[in-house]
T-cell receptor, first 113, second 110 residues
């Protein structure tokens, strides 16, 4: 089944404890991205990747890192999480670019205390 | 950088009625897309309309695009309880990202 998977789906952590949210797609898509969704603010892009080893900042990259060492994986790293990073995070992929139809993962609900 | 803005923010209708949501945007686009999100879950792509298209249909969905007014509308005909969800428009930004609006929350009651 063609899909985007994210792990974990739910995470409660404490301020400053490094964490990684994994994202994987099995559709051989070149483009992948991360969004966060907050009430009243909608979805905002954090980082995106046009291909392996090519990543770039979105609208709200502060406090996040990403890497794209393999085509299928695009992990989101929070080196020192803070409470303002409490949010619902979505990974998405598309065949070639950010203009294409996006395939979204199920979401990761992160709480930082 | 918010691009699309949906209107209304919330809409409540009865099963069988039509639901219309509108989206306005600010800058030129290559395409405009509509997505559905069931509560707290991932977004699902509904339809993509290109800037040179005026209308597009998919099942019970009808999307229009007016580039002169920088606006789009999504019509869901004969709504069902299962259509209860949030609906987002999204516009492409130079191929690097989709910019999403804040969404319209649709509630369909039986």
């Amino acid at each position: 089944e063609a899909q985007v998977t994210q792990n974990p789906r739910y995470l409660i952590t404490v301020t400053g404890k490094k964490l990684t949210v994994t994202c994987s797609q099995n559709m051989n898509h070149e483009y992948m991205s991360w969004y966060r969704q907050d009430p009243g603010l909608g979805l905002r892009q954090i980082y995106y990747s046009m291909n392996v080893e090519v990543t770039d900042k979105g609208d709200v990259p502060e406090g996040y890192k990403v890497s794209r060492k393999e085509k299928r994986n695009f992990p989101l790293i929070l080196e020192s999480p803070s409470p303002n990073q409490t949010s619902l995070y979505f990974c998405a992929s598309s065949p070639f670019s950010g203009s294409d139809e996006q395939y979204f993962g199920p979401g990761t609900r992160l709480t930082v205390t | 950088s918010q691009q699309g803005e949906e209107d209304p923010q919330a809409l409540s209708i009865q099963e069988g009625e039509n639901a219309t949501m509108n989206c306005s945007y600010k800058t030129s686009i290559n395409n405009l897309q509509w997505y559905r999100q069931n509560s707290g879950r991932g977004l699902v792509h509904l339809i993509l309309i290109r800037s040179n298209e005026r209308e597009k249909h998919s099942g019970r969905l009808r999307v229009t695009l007016d580039t002169s007014k920088k606006s789009s509308s999504l019509l869901i005909t004969a709504s069902r309880a299962a259509d209860t969800a949030s609906y987002f428009c999204a516009t492409d930004q130079a191929g690097t990202a989709l910019i999403f609006g804040k969404g319209t929350t649709l509630s369909v009651s039986s």
